[in-house]
């Protein structure tokens, strides 16, 4: 069986300050995780996606992701948060027609 | 090319009745995901379908069905309503070719059972 856990619910942090968001995964195979980002009434846009190349993932707005195998984790991360990322965040395992599995989601707080 | 496009955005029903959702994929994508989004359960994944085939099936009740069509596109019917299926329910293409696709979300639809 396959799982993410994202570790915190509720992040919030000071515009300009550097942002993390963790997630941990569990997979029996060789995963696929993806970065989605939820703004209110809106559907999920992809942020970045790891697949088996560089560990270390670059997508869009600045945000970026590393995969530790040893560590089973894939944290998002942000140098310098804006206003404009207040929004939900989902990390996901899994990717084309397979079983996709999300995470309970983090909301990010951005405080002006 | 454009989105992936869900009808309607918003829906009220009553409990008992009966819901069908629609969703039209990304141009060329032949495999559409459904999930449910609820406050307390997150994305739960209900099913996918490919080339007219249900290929992966959630945890979900019998309820809860689908289909897809030559075209690609893809319905969910949800039948004799309960108030816990108010959610936000979404789909999602990808080409359906192989396993490490990013999948592409539509907008939603909101359904509230009163």
């Known amino acids: 069986a396959q799982s993410v856990t994202q570790l915190d619910s509720h992040v919030s942090v000071s515009e300009g300050t550097p942002v993390l968001l963790r997630c941990n995964y569990s997979?029996?195979?060789?995963?696929?995780l993806f970065w989605y980002v939820q703004h209110p009434n809106k559907g999920l846009q992809l942020l970045l996606k790891y697949t088996s190349a560089a560990t270390l993932v670059k997508g869009i707005n600045g945000f970026e992701a590393e995969f530790k195998k040893s560590e089973t984790s894939f944290h998002l991360t942000k140098p310098s948060a804006h206003m404009s990322d207040a929004a939900e965040y989902f990390c996901a395992l899994g990717g084309g027609y397979q079983k996709v599995t999300f995470g309970i989601g983090t909301k990010l707080q951005v405080i002006p | 090319k454009a989105g992936v496009t869900q009808t309607p955005r918003y829906l009220i029903k009553t409990r008992g009745q009966q819901v069908t959702l629609s969703c039209s994929p990304i141009?060329?994508?032949?495999?559409v995901s459904w999930y449910q989004q609820t406050p307390g359960q997150g994305l739960q994944f209900l099913f996918e379908y490919f080339s007219e085939t249900q290929r992966n099936k959630g945890n979900f009740p019998g309820r809860f069905s689908g289909r897809q069509f030559s075209n690609s596109r893809s319905e969910m019917n949800v039948s004799t309503l309960e108030l816990g299926d108010s959610a936000l329910y979404l789909c999602a293409s990808s080409p359906g070719t192989a396993v490490r696709e990013t999948q592409y979300f539509g907008p939603g639809t909101r359904l509230l059972v009163l």
């Open positions: 997979s029996s195979y060789s995963p696929s």
């Open positions: 141009s060329g994508h032949r495999s």
